[in-house]
């Protein structure tokens, strides 16, 4: 199977029920030179269907979906496809929704207030090692760390992770993933390949014992390590 570092395009997935707006998607993305769609399903059920037949780089996932939740193709796609990268494209943005996608395993959460050709430059973000989120989820993931109660004194069985500090560098990544940088952006400013980023983003992600960039930021956050 090939990868993605070696496919001249991005290759690109979507489960999308709203005919008009699936249409509108997929002409962008066939018009992109640097996309390739490769399938589109329009259920829940074809869209899990679908991950067993295909390889995509990005999977674009609406949540409500005629046959049940868009979540289940996320968590499903996380499970089966770790290296895909996920975005939630939706009209819901409540936070039931929001966290359960994110905890599934979506690394970006658009909502459907912009045209589709727009989201062209997120699926590119999403591929670079970005998150696009929209303005008013990335305000309700804050109120929800700000809420958040600050971790306990007293010994307690999760604590040994924070035994586990972060070296200078990979503390420096996790800043700049944090700030939406992209792995070729923290590259440029770190002085160091992309492939020596990656390299720092996979020990952060063993340290903390998460599997996403959304993880990473909430359990370093939880840990205060941010």
């Known amino acids: 199977m090939q990868t993605s570092k070696d496919s001249p395009h991005i290759r690109v997935a979507l489960v999308e029920d709203d005919v008009n707006f699936q249409h509108a998607l997929m002409a962008a993305i066939e018009a992109a030179p ?38 289940d193709v996320i968590r499903a796609a996380h499970a089966k496809q770790p290296g895909c990268n ?33 989201m062209l430059d997120e699926i590119r973000s999403l591929h670079g090692g970005g998150s696009p989120i929209s303005p008013l989820i990335a305000r309700q993931i804050l109120m929800r760390f700000r809420q958040e109660e600050p971790p306990a004194a007293a010994p307690e069985p999760a604590s040994g992770k924070q035994h586990t500090a972060l070296s200078a560098r990979e503390k420096e990544v996790l800043e700049h993933i944090t700030k939406g940088f992209t792995s070729d952006e923290i590259a440029a400013l770190m002085s160091v390949s992309r492939h020596t980023v990656l390299t720092y983003v996979r020990r952060i992600y063993a340290k903390l014992e998460v599997n996403s960039k959304t993880e990473a930021i909430y359990e370093a956050r939880n840990q205060g390590l941010l």
């Open 34 to 71: 640097d996309m390739k769609l490769l399938s589109v399903a329009s259920s829940r059920a074809q869209g899990l269907l679908m991950l067993d037949r295909m390889q995509a780089d990005v999977l674009l996932v609406d949540l409500g979906l005629p046959d049940g939740s868009g979540i």
């Open 86 to 118: 996920i975005m939630v494209s939706t009209t819901f943005g409540d936070e039931m929704h929001v966290m359960q996608s994110l905890e599934a395993g979506a690394s970006g959460y658009l909502l459907k207030d912009s045209a589709p050709k727009n």
